[in-house]
């Protein structure tokens, strides 16, 4: 195929690249996908999968620990658990298996034509790859990111780590201090701590900021009793050290806080990988991000970029929908971004993981009023109702809301880790706006909630669907309880939880 002309040539094989240029080969374009060395993009290597990976293993650290010596549990020594040895595990045997599953899927199954190597965009129509040259009539530019670096003192001291980092860990910290109180920061907190590793977190603003306040309370309280320290309104100053990482310093209202540490995880955001497509004179925006319109088409004719290339929201599903847009485009058929269908979003918080997808409270009251919440937990176990074998420690705050198989084990040993979940309605339409979760395994059913928010769902409807007991996440039943209400108020009493952001 050296001379012929492609449909499309797709520069970069990422979770955009590589699902794009499937779709644009499956609608029966002529594509070619150039990739320098992981199909898959970074997803397995220290993202996703990996990401998915770490948590099953803090997971297992927090549960033995929280089982150690229960009923016939045996007792677990814990003190030679080990966050490098999980990861050398990966390095060792995730990384190549999946490297060889994305060969595999891309190169054998789906047939796709990969050019390997180090690509080089000579304009708009080439691209040349080991000395090799690649004409297209479209180009699709899906370079994805890369971890964005304060520019303060000391970053590049040994032992500072952003999430590339992670999987290359040979020594575990004794204190990790983490920059960035974000999705990622938080679920890294949430992966080192099990490991007996002394963590604390410095957010220069407010701490998952778009998420619910109830999985905010939830993660917070759930930190302070697993030891994370948490500072918000810490503006961080510098890394001090010789050589490796000894402190962070922060400004934290006005007072200098000084932190010691022997590990630093940054995870300030992440910054587009647009350099590649600069001289083709694309328009890039502030965040170094390549400016698309809803069909993924940059400003220049002819050229697409797709996946984080382009800019927030950096979600994997988003950068593999952009390449099927994108392919669409492509190939002459109608495809735009679908702004009406809500994005959920997810964050391991190890054993257990929060989920989200739709209005946060505050948003729907903005909106709505006085919306309606189904909610378990209602409030803290009323003290007359202490079962007679109460297990120290042992604080549940209602229906056990885990999901999957620890569901009843954390709520009859866990450390009030028995999760919580959250519809919100709008009474007068009885139609849902949001849903949120802390537990375990309710993200799947996640995915169909986001279309179910998309069509309208009522609460009427979601009371004639069929339930299985136990499942990850109990909205059938809960809102059945209450969906007999004519004029739609909720339940008849509910006590606030504790505020644990305090
Ligand atoms: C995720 C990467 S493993 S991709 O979307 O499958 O290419």
């Given amino acids: 195929m050296a001379n012929e002309e ?72 814990l003190s030679t658990i080990s966050m490098a040895r999980a990861v050398e595990t990966y390095r060792k045997v995730g990384q190549p298996a999946f490297a060889d599953t994305m060969k595999h899927q891309t190169e054998l199954q789906l047939q796709i034509e990969v050019a390997w190597g180090e690509g080089r965009i000579l304009n708009k129509n080439t691209v040349e790859v080991n000395g090799k040259t690649y004409r297209g009539k479209n180009l699709v530019i899906a370079t994805g990111s890369r971890p964005t670096m304060p520019d303060i003192p000391g970053i590049d001291l040994d032992r500072v780590w952003t999430y590339r980092d992670h999987p290359e860990i040979r020594k575990d910290p004794k204190k990790l201090v983490v920059i960035g109180g974000g999705k990622i920061g938080i679920g890294k907190a949430a992966m080192f701590a099990p490991f007996n590793i002394d963590v604390t977190v410095l957010e220069k603003y407010t701490c998952l900021a778009n998420w619910d306040w109830e999985i905010r309370n939830w993660i917070f309280g759930d930190f302070r009793r697993r030891g994370i320290k948490v500072y918000e309104g810490a503006d961080v100053k510098e890394i001090k050290g010789r050589g490796t990482v000894e402190a962070v310093v922060a400004e934290i209202e006005g007072k200098t806080m000084e932190f010691p540490c022997d590990a630093v995880m940054v995870s300030i955001g992440l910054t587009p990988n647009s350099e590649p497509a600069k001289s083709l004179g694309v328009k890039i925006g502030k965040e170094n991000e390549i400016i698309i319109d809803n069909k993924c088409q940059t400003t220049v004719p002819g050229v697409y970029a797709v996946g ?90 209602g229906l056990p809301v885990c999901g999957r198989m620890h569901t009843l084990n954390l709520l009859f040993y866990g450390e009030n880790r028995n999760g919580m979940l959250k519809a919100i309605v709008d009474p007068t339409s009885r139609k849902y706006v949001g849903f949120h979760s802390i537990g375990d395994g309710a993200k799947d059913g996640f995915q169909y909630l986001s279309y179910l928010l998309k069509i309208g769902w009522t609460i009427d409807e979601m009371s004639k669907l069929h339930e299985i007991f136990l499942n990850p996440e109990h909205f059938i039943q809960l809102s059945r309880l209450v969906a007999g209400q004519k004029e739609l108020k909720g339940y008849a009493g509910q006590v606030d939880t504790e505020d644990y952001t305090k």
């Fill in 6 to 77: 492609y449909d499309a040539i797709w520069f970069g094989g990422g979770a955009a690249g590589r699902f794009g240029s499937a779709f644009n080969k499956a609608l029966g374009g002529n594509i070619v996908l150039v990739e320098k060395k992981h199909l898959g993009g970074e997803c397995h290597v220290n993202r996703c999968a990996f990401e998915n990976f770490v948590a099953d293993q803090s997971s297992m650290a927090e549960l033995m620990r929280q089982y150690s010596g229960l009923s016939w549990y045996p007792k677990i020594d």
């Fill in 308 to 397: 984080d290339v382009a800019g927030p929201p950096y979600f994997m599903a988003i950068s593999r929908k952009r390449g099927m847009v994108a392919a669409k485009n492509i190939m002459g058929e109608e495809g735009e971004m679908d702004p009406t269908l809500p994005l959920p979003d997810h964050i391991y918080v190890p054993p257990l993981e929060a989920t989200s997808v739709g209005l946060t409270e505050e948003e729907a009251r903005k909106k709505y009023g006085d919306v309606v919440l189904i909610r378990v937990p209602w409030g803290p176990r009323p003290k007359d109702t202490k079962p007679e074998t109460y297990i120290p420690g042992f604080e549940n705050q």
